[in-house]
């Protein structure tokens, strides 16, 4: 009777007991769920890496095709040197020279071949500067100032007019008759003289160009005057004149011509 007694008290306590845990654990969970709930986690790093970003990063092809902004076609201009400036200066001033040349003896042929005073045959401006440069000195009457005839060949080039002369002291801008160049050659005023008063003035008249020397002076015929017309003897059957049409150039002589007078020393 006791012993059953006993096992109807132990009975009843484990039953309360649990009963009793029954009711804590929702309580627990109860509370946890009223809180901030949190969590951490641990994982071993990992690192990773792009076989393939690798490879375009460190790539050394080129590809011939690609534009990259014109790099490789940037168009540098060329620093000439100074001796490569020189030397296309010095081309320059010569193309220059050599096209003027021909351009004035261009124009003392056409002078030539229309003045009456003087042969078809036209004559070339260097030519006689050389041959007449050496025997100015020796040839030239002593009695005619220096460079005489060096003087009238200086303004080769200039134009004509129909008295005296207009020394500008550029030649491009000047003109003379033909009496105002020998004026101009001796150092006279313009006007001082024509052709008349100095075929006056010369001694030992010839036809004969032979015995002509540099410095003479030429008469021809010309609009009705006997002489009309007065040029200096540079040699070599040549003459350096003012006429119209052409202005001051060297020009043969036609000794064959009717309108040639001859001509004479001062």
């Not at 460190?58 to 011939?64: G, K, L, R």
């Not at 009457?141 to 460079?147: A, E, I, K, M, Y």
């Not at 001796?186 to 006056?200: C, I, R, V």
Request: positive net charge; glycine residues 10%; hydrophobic residues 35%.
């Amino acid at each position: 009777m006791k012993a059953r007694k006993s096992i109807s008290i132990l009975t009843a306590v484990l039953a309360a007991a649990t009963f009793s845990s029954a009711l804590v654990i929702p309580a627990a969970n109860a509370a946890e769920s009223d809180g901030p709930v949190t969590s951490s986690r641990s994982f071993k790093g990992v690192e990773t890496r792009s076989s393939l970003m690798l490879k375009e990063a460190t790539s050394v092809e080129v590809n011939a095709n690609a534009n990259y902004g014109g790099i490789e076609s940037l168009n540098v201009p060329k620093t000439e040197s100074k001796a490569e400036k020189e030397a296309k200066a010095q081309a320059a001033a010569e193309a220059k020279a050599a096209k003027e040349q021909a351009e004035a003896a261009k124009k003392a042929a056409a002078a030539a071949s229309t003045s009456p005073f003087a042969s078809t045959q036209s004559a070339s401006r260097s030519s006689e500067r050389t041959s007449t440069s050496s025997s100015d000195a020796s040839t030239t009457p002593t009695q005619l100032p220096s460079g005489f005839v060096n003087r009238a060949l200086s303004v080769i080039g200039a134009g004509y007019q129909s008295s005296g002369y207009n020394w500008t002291g550029t030649v491009s801008t000047s003109s003379f008759t033909c009496s105002g160049l020998v004026d101009f050659a001796l150092g006279y005023p313009s006007n001082s003289n024509w052709p008349e008063k100095y075929y006056g003035m010369v001694s030992n008249k010839t036809t004969d160009l032979s015995q002509l020397k540099s410095g003479d002076l030429v008469f021809f015929k010309y609009a009705g005057r006997s002489p009309g017309h007065v040029g200096i003897y540079i040699g070599n059957g040549t003459m350096v004149d003012s006429a119209p049409g052409g202005g001051v150039q060297v020009r043969a002589v036609n000794p064959g011509s009717a309108n040639f007078m001859g001509g004479g020393s001062l």
